[in-house]
Each structure stands twice: as structure tokens, then as C-alpha cells.
């Protein structure tokens, strides 16, 4: 199943600006882009980048394991917006180098626990967690019809220059 | 050795670039078949041809690849192209929809890039709302021949539509009126006038700008693009209107409903 997300550079840019940023105590910053889905032929998904959704200061929790570990609070924001307009979420962090960027264990671990929940509010879109570098892209979507976690085929940066950021691994 | 070499000052990576792309070409006459044969020969790894027409003998004055041969087995454009393209580079995935492209929109849903090479107002403006919603980069095709005062005027453009910057409605290259007109303006010159070297002038620029957009080779990255063809003089410039693409905040394409599939949920 072919599954692939689009953002727009200056969405990238938002969220870039906001994930570089450094917090009183959580090692690393996440976020969330609210995307909204469409097909692809025969039978895949398109996730188009809507909006980036910030994890506020106080929806941390100090954490010695996780570089950064957001409380309930956080995902709950995220799927109130999800509430009111059929948005997939996708969960981002960075990891601040250049390259492709892998999971970790981790973000492995953590990302199946909790990226599932998102169809409590959307059961029928398909939901993932995305690794950033500085100049790629890795992830994974969660897919409501075989409920499984995919690959994500490739993560384009729409803008100029147009950057496609295929998977090669998988 | 390789068949890109002296194309190598593209860019380090420009050649997997190229060959990892997924372009759509709508529209396989006469701009669309040239835009084909120079995708195949810069090495675009994944090419998918849209439409629905048959070669007929009014094509070979200008359809890039066809033959008498398919006009008397009246092959389908799609089929020319990806001969082409084969012939040039046996590597490149061809995906041929021998239909019109409203039928197979979801083909075109995840591709990287469109070229609009279509002769209808009401199909550039299709085209555009679907790459809209799918942020897809859209580069249009215009070409139309005009009847001024006796003499016949070969005008064109080629269009860079980017997701979020100005579109064909904010510059006024397909508005309500020339939708409704569009009949009329290409009556002057016989029906739909076309002919082979303004179809490649403007497929050429239309292949710049894709060049331009993926590959790093001459920094000129621009978000949005609009170059004007005159066929009388033969010159191409920047249209007066580009000093507005800075200034326009697209309106037309502002929304969430404007983005994915409205009836997903």
C-alpha cells in the first residue's frame, strides 16, 4: 500500500521553528501536523499537511528515559482539533543532524503505544509519527483499513525547490 | 559512462532525483508529447501519460513520436508516448491512462509534479484545483494563434502554478469570461490552430521550470512563474504580471475544504 505526505516548506518551516527550540527540562520538543487525507490509486493515502499543532511548555513531563515525554494533556489538544474536522495527526519530532533520519527504539516503542489511540477520534484515517532531520524525513502511518503500521513511501517539501523525499528502505 | 553525463552539472544527487520523480503529462498532443520525450531523455524515472484521443492524420503536423502508421491503426497518444519514452530509456515506468484524466483522477493524486498540456480553459482550471488540493506543483501549457487585422499572432505561456502562491484565477490566465469564450478565441485560425515549434518553445520552458524547481543547478528556485511566448517575434519573457505574484495572497485555494478529499472522514 502505497502512502506518502505532502507539506508545504513554509509548514515545514513553522514547525523547524518551533521543534529547534530548546525546553526548560524535556531534551527534545514534538508537535503534531493535522492533515488532511485523500486517495491514492489503487488503494493507498495521501496525507496533505495542514496545520502543525504546538506542544505547549507545560504539556511535558520531566522524563530521565524519553527525550521527551508529553503529558495527556498534549495528545488530548490534538484530538480535540481532530473532534471538529477529519484530520489525520501525525506526531513530529527531530532529530537535529543532517541525513536520513531513523527511528529509535524509543520512538518506535512510544509512537505504537500511543499513535493507535487517534482513532478513538478518527477510526477510519489513517494516523503516524514522523522523524524530521534537517534536511529529510522518515515515518510511519498507523492504517485503519489493514491496522497496521506502514511505511510512509515518501515525504515531499512542496515549494522551491519541490523536495521528494522517497523511502528506500522498505 | 553514463547516458547523463553532460548533464552532470545539475547537481550532485540530480540524477536519482530525476530518476525517483513521478510526473504526470495531461495532455499528449502536441505540447505534451514533447514534454514526454525530453522527460525521458533528462532520465524522470516515473512518467504517467493522460489521455484519451487516437493519432488522426490532423496530428502529424505536429505530435512528437507519431507515425502514418498510427494513423491508420489509429493508436492511442498515450501508447505513442510511452513507445517513445521507451525507446529512449527502457528503464522509465510508463503508466499510460487512456482516458480522459477526470476519470482517473486518483492517479494523479500522488504524483510530484503535473503538466497541464490541455487546450480547454475549463480543464487548465480542473487541473489546477485538483493539484491545489493535493499540493501539487501544476506548470501549464498555453498556445493559442490569433487573427489580428489579416495577419495571424502566435502567443503562449507557461505557467508555474505553486500550492499556496497566486493561481491561473489571480493572474487572470483562466477567468469565467474566457472559460465561456474559449470557443470563440480558438475559431480564428481554424479549429484549435496549432503548430510544432511554438508546442516545443513553450514544452521546453515548461521542462526548465520542473528543472529548475528539482534540481539545484542554477539556485534560481522560484515559488511561482509565469513566462510569456511570443511566436511573432520569437521572444519569451517574465509577464508584467510576475511583479504580482509576490503581492497576491491566493484566495481562491485558502480553505481546509480546498485540501484532500472533503468527503473523507
Not at chain 1, 498507523?142 to 521528494?164: M, T
Request: hydrophobic share 40%.
Amino acid at each position: 500500500m502505497n502512502i506518502s505526505l505532502k507539506i508545504t516548506a513554509r509548514l515545514r518551516a513553522r514547525a523547524m521553528t518551533d521543534l529547534v527550540r530548546p525546553h526548560p527540562f524535556a531534551f527534545e520538543r514534538v508537535g503534531f501536523l493535522l492533515c488532511r487525507p485523500g486517495p491514492a490509486a489503487p488503494d493507498g493515502w495521501v496525507l496533505l499537511g495542514w496545520d502543525y499543532q504546538v506542544v505547549k511548555d507545560d504539556d511535558y513531563e520531566d522524563d530521565s528515559i524519553v527525550g521527551a515525554m508529553f503529558g495527556s494533556g498534549a495528545i488530548r489538544k490534538a484530538l480535540q482539533v481532530a473532534y471538529s474536522e477529519p484530520f489525520s495527526i501525525i506526531h513530529v519530532h527531530l532529530h537535529d543532524h543532517m541525513g536520513t533520519p531513523q527511528f529509535s527504539y524509543i520512538d518506535a516503542r512510544e509512537s505504537a503505544r500511543f499513535v493507535p489511540d487517534f482513532w478513538n477520534v478518527r477510526p477510519n484515517l489513517p494516523h503516524g509519527a514522523v522523524v524530521l532531520s534537517r534536511n529529510s524525513a522518515c515515518g510511519y502511518v498507523w492504517e485503519p483499513k489493514v491496522q497496521k503500521r506502514l511505511p510512509l513511501q515518501s515525504i515531499s517539501i512542496v515549494g522551491a525547490p519541490l523536495r521528494v523525499i522517497r523511502n528506500e528502505h522498505e | 559512462m553514463s547516458k547523463h553525463q553532460r548533464q552532470s552539472f545539475l547537481g550532485q544527487g540530480s540524477e536519482k532525483t530525476l530518476r525517483s520523480l513521478r510526473v504526470a503529462i495531461v495532455g499528449l498532443g502536441g505540447g505534451g508529447s514533447h514534454v514526454a520525450q525530453q522527460l525521458a531523455h533528462i532520465g524522470v524515472g516515473d512518467i504517467r501519460p493522460f489521455d484519451h484521443d487516437r493519432v488522426e492524420e490532423t496530428n502529424l503536423n505536429r505530435l512528437i513520436g507519431a507515425t502514418e502508421d498510427d494513423v491508420i491503426r489509429k493508436t492511442l497518444k498515450v501508447d505513442v508516448a510511452k513507445r517513445l519514452i521507451q525507446a529512449i530509456d527502457s528503464k522509465i515506468e510508463v503508466a499510460p491512462y487512456p482516458t480522459q484524466w477526470q476519470n482517473a483522477a486518483t492517479a494523479l493524486h500522488d504524483v510530484d509534479v503535473i503538466f497541464g498540456c490541455v487546450d480547454s480553459f475549463i480543464e487548465r482550471r480542473q487541473l489546477e484545483v485538483l493539484a491545489r488540493r493535493y499540493l501539487i506543483p501544476y506548470i501549464d501549457i498555453g498556445m493559442d494563434v490569433h487573427e489580428i487585422e489579416g495577419y495571424y499572432v502566435i502567443g503562449g505561456q507557461v505557467f508555474l502554478s505553486m500550492p499556496g502562491q497566486p493561481c491561473m484565477q489571480c493572474l487572470g490566465l483562466v477567468t469565467d469570461e474566457s472559460v465561456a469564450q474559449e470557443a470563440a478565441r480558438y475559431g480564428a485560425a481554424g479549429d484549435r490552430a496549432q503548430v510544432v515549434w511554438p508546442n516545443g518553445v513553450l514544452a521546453s520552458l515548461a521542462v526548465g521550470v520542473l528543472m529548475q524547481l528539482v534540481t539545484p543547478w542554477c539556485h534560481a528556485h522560484r515559488e511561482s512563474l509565469l513566462l510569456e511566448y511570443d511566436g511573432n517575434s520569437q521572444t519569451v519573457s517574465h509577464s508584467g504580471k510576475s511583479d504580482l505574484l509576490d503581492l497576491i495572497r491566493c484566495p481562491h485555494f485558502s480553505s481546509l475544504q480546498d485540501l484532500g478529499d472533503p468527503f473523507i472522514e
